[in-house]
């Protein structure tokens, strides 16, 4: 398997993006915090939800 470094970059700038809030919703979950965390980081949601998708593109 080739590892792509572009991918790994890519997750660990947006957990690093999304750690204060993953924080919050792991201690304490509420659907308003959710609501405020996808609300306050819509890029690194939409790169979560995206990552599939590139990491099947850019393996082949």
């Keep these: 398997m080739k590892l792509n470094y572009y991918l ?3 997750f660990s700038l947006v957990l ?3 750690s204060t809030e993953l924080r919050i919703l ?3 979950f509420t659907f308003s915090s959710l609501y405020f965390a996808i609300g306050k980081h819509p890029l690194a ?3 979560l939800f995206s990552y599939p998708y590139l990491y099947k593109k ?3």
């Design 26 to 28: 792991f201690d304490h």
């Design 45 to 47: 949601i939409f790169i």
């Design 8 to 10: 790994i970059i890519l």
């Design 58 to 60: 850019l393996i082949k």
């Design 16 to 18: 690093i993006d999304l």
